[in-house]
């Protein structure tokens, strides 16, 4: 199975900062991954695929990036929403996993 | 719009069967590309794949819970049911259907819409 991993696993920004989650595969998966944000008690929200594209209707602070098997999500100009968990998750083969998460929170 | 719903009992005993539906609306289970995805949330921890089911049939398992997990679709009912044998304590968590399109240019895609979650806890 392909592992991904998730750093940091907790972050504490203020509104305003940017923020960069890092999300590495154990083996190249392309660009075959998918960014997602969940809020306390809800379900998860597709941010972006394909590494760096956006799902309609996510605002443009949010960025993908990738660099062989390293991967980013970038959040500029935090707004009090964007406080939540990410997870990254590969679909280049099965089983899909997903990362550990990481949690942002307000400082 | 595509909207997916789970629904399924929130406690089950161990050993118990437990059987979740995922009822879909705005795409149809036949139309090409189409897959749906069921996932799980223990409390507190990361989200965990457990299988897909496609348009055209294919149908793949998470292998670490293969020998226990069905899913199955009644496209007649627009439904895709995931069963999950011999319950134990440690799949207690918020179960969730998604829905992806197998995109022409490659790869299987991602999961573009989720399901609100239902929550199962198994106890005794």
């Known amino acids: 199975d392909i592992q991904m991993t998730q750093s940091p696993s907790s972050l504490s920004a ?35 695929y394909g590494a760096s594209s956006l799902q309609s209707g996510v605002p443009s602070r949010f960025s993908g990036g990738r660099s062989g098997t390293d991967f980013t999500l970038t959040i500029n100009n935090l707004q009090p929403e964007d406080f939540a968990t990410y997870y990254c998750q590969q679909y280049y083969a099965y089983p899909i996993t997903f990362g550990g998460g990481t949690r942002l929170e307000i400082k | 719009q595509i909207t ?60 670490y ?36 399109i197998v995109p022409s240019t490659g790869g299987t895609g991602d999961l573009d819409v989720w399901g609100q979650g239902t929550t199962v806890t198994v106890s005794s």
Request: proline share 5%.
């Open chain 2, 65 to 100: 819970l293969k020998n226990r997990l069905t899913i199955t679709k009644d496209t007649s009912k627009n439904q895709v049911v995931l069963t999950l044998t011999n319950m134990d304590p440690v799949d207690t968590a918020t179960y969730y259907c998604t829905h992806r």
């Open chain 1, 14 to 48: 203020s509104v305003g900062d940017s923020v960069t989650i890092t999300c590495r595969a154990s083996q190249g998966v392309g660009t075959y991954l998918a960014w997602y944000q969940q809020k306390p008690e809800k379900a998860p929200n597709s941010l972006i």
């Open chain 2, 4 to 63: 997916l719903k789970e629904s399924g009992p929130t406690l089950v005993k161990p050993t118990q069967t437990l059987t979740l539906t995922c009822a879909v609306s705005g795409f149809s289970l036949t139309s090409r590309g189409v897959g749906v995805d069921w996932i799980r949330q223990p409390p507190g921890k990361a989200l965990e794949w457990l299988a897909v089911t496609y348009w055209h049939d294919a149908i793949f398992y998470n292998s």
